[in-house]
């Protein structure tokens, strides 16, 4: 996995070249940055104000305070900002996290507002992109290769919010919260800049940032209608778990994400999942429950959920509570996005990018022009997961600009397939 992000972000850096040469040309840039306070010994996560947060707005900022951003290990001359926001949990409960807003050099006119969901895929706070875009744990996460990404559209003069959008207990894969998270931080962002409501705004992802932005985008009619938002770009989209779960089990790069998931949807859900594992499966999700996706993904390989699972429960899918969450998850079944979508996948081996099912994309995007949603979509041949980020990360950020411009909204519908099913699982 370390030579998956070693690669990544060799890709991700080299178009982010220019961004990085004017963001460390000025002198403060030269000293290297001093690591930061750890999320868990960092009292500015913890909301504690006298008025409950069941009582406060979702979107509502709670605290704020500057940072400095690193990139490359170097601090850059951008103004940045942390808001303690109020969110929405899996569960519907109130709940606080954090987003970091970089403001551009230069900005004329109203601020146009970027929400980069970042690819952190994190179990510990140790992986939340506040920490990490302050320079913490640069060595385990895809962080730094992202935060060069990052710096390409502050350059171009947006404002870029980047949510912890797993929440404070790291629900990661959770899609509602993820989805509430992301736009929530829109709105704190709105608030923190004194931008009206009308503020145009877009959603990018990829991979685990891309649960976060499709969500936040078939959520954001019924939970933020007031957000103009003007595009959404999710790349190596995890559109129903149960297929992913089938296609990497007893994977060699990436079936530690399994227990990983079975650990983060337990949190999310409030289930204890604990009485249908195995002994080893309950000594796996143990070491995995605090590290961030470097640490595990390649750690098992050739791992199955049958040897997480006890004997009685080898076939996952007749386990209630596990069904009944994995439907929960399907992308699609929250809501219709109103703004125009592109979704892109790599296609490595006929199936999919080693993880993602390039099908099931196609499947989401034939949904959403079913309902008149205007979808761009991208298969990128022969490549895998990771390398297939580069493509996606340069269409989404011509998408996202035309939309800006206000352009004519790509429709690529005519030229989408049906794709696979996306029925839920039957329940036991």
Not at 112 to 120: D, E, G, K, L
Not at 140 to 150: F, G, L, P, R, W
Not at 371 to 379: A, W
């Amino acid at each position: 996995m370390r030579k998956l992000i070693s690669r990544l972000s060799t890709f991700l850096l080299a178009p982010a070249g220019a961004a990085l040469a004017l963001a460390t040309a000025m002198p403060a840039t030269q000293a290297l940055a001093q690591a930061p306070v750890p999320p868990s010994q960092d009292p500015f996560y913890t909301y504690s104000g006298a008025t409950p947060l069941g009582q406060i707005a979702p979107g509502t900022v709670l605290a704020k305070r500057s940072i400095s951003v690193t990139i490359a290990s170097l601090s850059v001359p951008v103004s940045a900002e942390q808001l303690l926001y109020r969110t929405t949990g899996e569960q519907g409960q109130a709940t606080a996290t954090v987003t970091t807003v970089i403001r551009p050099l230069l900005s004329l006119g109203s601020p146009r507002i970027v929400s980069f969901q970042t690819a952190y895929d994190a179990l510990g706070s140790q992986c939340d992109p506040s920490y990490t875009l302050q320079g913490g744990n640069s060595g385990d996460t895809v962080a730094q290769a992202e935060a060069a990404e990052i710096a390409v559209y502050v350059v171009a003069g947006f404002t870029v919010t980047v949510p912890d959008y797993e929440g404070e207990n790291l629900d990661w894969g959770a899609g509602q919260e993820s989805g509430y998270g992301t736009l929530d931080a829109i709105r704190a962002t709105e608030s923190y800049l004194h931008a009206g409501s009308g503020t145009k705004a877009g959603m990018l992802g990829y991979s685990g940032g891309a649960i976060a932005t499709e969500w936040a985008s078939e959520l954001a009619p019924s939970y933020a209608p007031s957000l103009h938002i003007v595009g959404a770009a999710a790349g190596g989209v995890p559109v129903d778990f149960a297929h992913n779960l089938t296609y990497i089990n007893g994977d060699q790069d990436w079936a530690g994400v399994i227990p990983a998931v079975l650990v983060s949807l337990g949190r999310a859900f409030g289930v204890d999942l604990t009485p249908y594992l195995s002994a080893y499966g309950q000594q796996v999700t143990s070491q995995v429950s605090g590290e961030c996706i470097a640490s595990f993904a390649a750690s098992y390989p050739g791992l199955t959920i049958q040897q997480l699972l006890g004997a009685q429960y080898q076939n996952p899918f007749t386990i209630p509570v596990l069904v009944t969450i994995l439907n929960k998850l399907i992308m699609g079944t929250g809501g219709t996005p109103a703004e125009p979508v592109l979704l892109g996948v790599g296609n490595a081996d006929g199936t999919g990018d080693g993880i993602m099912i390039a099908g099931d994309v196609e499947a989401l995007a034939h949904e959403y022009c079913q309902r008149g949603v205007p979808v761009s979509f991208d298969v990128y041949p022969l490549l895998q997961h990771t390398p297939a980020a580069v493509p996606f990360e340069t269409h989404a950020l011509t998408f996202l600009e035309g939309l800006f411009a206000g352009s004519a909204a790509p429709n690529g519908c005519s030229a989408i397939g049906t794709g696979n099913s996306l029925a839920p699982l039957p329940q036991p």
